[in-house]
């Protein structure tokens, strides 16, 4: 049990992220008696920038994005990012040593994987080019390309990735993907250590970034990559724009070295979570989709992961380790029974 009288619960969502409010149900709804009688005190917050010095006694937090106040909020006891990646936490390098942090892996990824076929359909399909003739009214047909029986590659096969490749099975695909360990896995023909990557671009009909940012990963799509590339193969990612050297991936597009691509997330991370400025060349290259880093964000996100920060707020007042520990950020969980 919390030895917090109220306990302070913090919940911090930017415009286009989602809505404190519905994080706020979510508590009230497995915490009734608590929240009524003050026990649990909710705040509701859309600027991490700008959180008042009067919330400083705040000794929970869940959120979208950094909470620049963290290091001031001397009672804070953990930290939960309301997603499955935390590179921006690791960066931000101020959370004190004593502060969990969590999140969810893997929480994304039934919206990515959806997305991911989507977005892959699209490019095979050649759906962009049957909406732009519908909008002048041409009626002309196009051939599009089969899924069934060409080769995915999936860079990064972790909760998201395996999503993709279970998906991709359904289409008949051949599944063949990299990681940190070699392992069966379910849907999976064929497993490359990451030290191997080369091999599954090379092979890839649809070469998928399934993986977070990391010194190793930054910028691993380079133009050595894009011609190794087969000429009629697609790139997706919906994981990190700094995943990509963008003036690669235009020339790669531009030239023809590749046949397209799909990119949910850019490279730029104000507003979050990622924007694309309309001056920017990328809009100009050849045969891409660009989207607005939505892969993730369904109506039912706030569901699952606002239901594991209730469920580790459950685990807090329980005094039972929390779920989902970051690496790294461990912290002490003084409050955890014997």
């Not at 590339?229 to 050297?245: E, P, Q, V, W």
Request: proline share 6%; with cysteine; net charge negative.
């Amino acid at each position: 049990m919390s030895n917090y009288n109220p306990l302070n619960i913090l919940v911090v969502l930017q415009p286009g992220l989602g809505v404190p409010d519905e994080y706020e149900e979510l508590i009230k709804e497995r915490f009734p008696e608590k929240v009524s009688n003050g026990e649990i005190r909710i705040r509701l917050s859309q600027n991490g920038a700008d959180i008042p010095d009067e919330w400083l006694d705040t000794h929970i937090i869940g959120t979208g994005m950094i909470v620049d106040k963290v290091p001031e909020m001397k009672e804070l006891q953990w930290i939960m990012t309301l997603s499955a990646g935390f590179d921006h936490w690791i960066k931000f390098g101020k959370i004190p040593s004593h502060v969990p942090l969590t999140n969810l892996p893997g929480g994304s990824g039934i919206p990515v994987a959806e997305y991911t076929l989507g977005l892959m359909l699209y490019l095979a399909k050649k759906y962009h080019k049957v909406w732009e003739n519908q909008k002048q009214k041409r009626f002309i047909r196009i051939r599009g390309e089969e899924l069934y029986g060409k080769t995915i590659g999936i860079i990064g096969l972790g909760g998201i990735g395996r999503e993709i490749a279970k998906r991709a099975k359904g289409f008949e695909m051949r599944v063949i993907g990299t990681d940190i360990q070699k392992m069966d896995l379910p849907y999976v023909d064929e497993m490359y250590l990451n030290d191997n990557i080369e091999d599954v671009i090379s092979q890839s009909d649809f070469l998928v970034l399934s993986c977070p940012e990391t010194p190793e990963t930054l910028g691993m799509m380079n133009e050595k990559r894009f011609k190794l590339m087969k000429n009629t193969a697609y790139l997706i990612n919906c994981a990190r724009g700094s995943l990509i050297i963008k003036e690669d991936l235009i020339k790669a597009l531009n030239e023809e070295w590749i046949a397209g691509a799909a990119n949910d997330t850019q490279w730029i991370k104000n507003p979050l979570p990622s924007f694309l400025p309309p001056e920017d060349e990328l809009w100009d290259a050849k045969n891409i989709i660009i989207t607005p880093h939505v892969s993730s964000w369904t109506d039912m996100y706030a569901h699952r992961f606002g239901g594991a920060f209730v469920d580790n707020i459950e685990r807090y007042l329980n005094g039972q380790p929390l779920k989902n520990i970051c690496s790294g950020f461990e912290g002490e969980q003084s409050w955890v029974k014997e």
